[in-house]
């Protein structure tokens, strides 16, 4: 459950898919803070600076990751006069896992210009490397769908299940608060 709480890098990685201006930006990280900091990682609940700080410091990283990567022994170098320590897994992780589409939809729905999110069943599992459903899978869909109130139906509003919809079947979420 530790893993579904909004982190800096996830929220990061969220805005800078969704192609926003500054204010637009600003405006999100105002609104997540208001409105679902009880979704963010501890560390984060009780400071907002920290959150914002450290998520525009991950969107930078994403903008600028191939530049920063290049510099990675100076800085390491850097790091080691200063006595301090840097954890290259930061840097080098991958940086999506399963849950990020639930968070991104949550935002996008919330927070962005549409209502809802849509996506082939078979996509999302492939997006993260999945060919099938598994009962493991489903479970995990499902938990993550109510840690974020998420509905799922099928085209026309017709709501469904994710136990039993086909893998090519278009799913539609959306969000409620």
């Known amino acids: 459950m530790y893993g579904l709480f909004y982190t800096a890098i996830d929220i990061a990685l969220i805005l800078s898919d969704m192609n926003l201006g500054c204010r637009e930006e600003s405006k999100i990280l105002d609104l997540i803070w ?5 979704l963010l990682s501890e560390s984060y ?5 920290k959150f914002i700080l450290d998520t525009y410091h991950w969107m930078h990283y994403i903008f600028d990751k191939e530049a920063i990567d290049t510099e990675l ?10 006595n301090k320590t840097l954890e290259i897994n930061q840097l080098s992780s991958e940086l999506s ?9 949550r ?3 919330l927070y962005g210009e549409s209502n809802y999110v849509r996506i082939k069943f078979r996509t999302l599992l ?3 490397g999945y060919k099938r459903r598994s009962p493991l899978i489903i479970q995990y869909i499902r938990s993550c769908m109510d840690f974020y109130k998420l509905k799922v139906n099928r085209r026309g509003g017709i709501p469904c299940s994710i136990d039993n919809v086909r893998l090519d079947e278009m799913l539609i979420f959306r969000a409620s608060r």
Do not use: C, G, P, V
Request: aromatic letters at 14%; proline letters at 0%.
């Open 45 to 49: 609940r009780e400071n907002k600076r």
């Open 97 to 105: 896992d399963f849950d990020l589409f639930f968070k991104s939809t």
């Open 126 to 128: 492939n997006k993260y």
């Open 73 to 82: 022994t100076a800085i390491q170098m850097d790091f080691e006069h200063t």
């Open 34 to 38: 208001e409105n679902d900091a009880k």
């Open 107 to 109: 935002i996008k729905i």
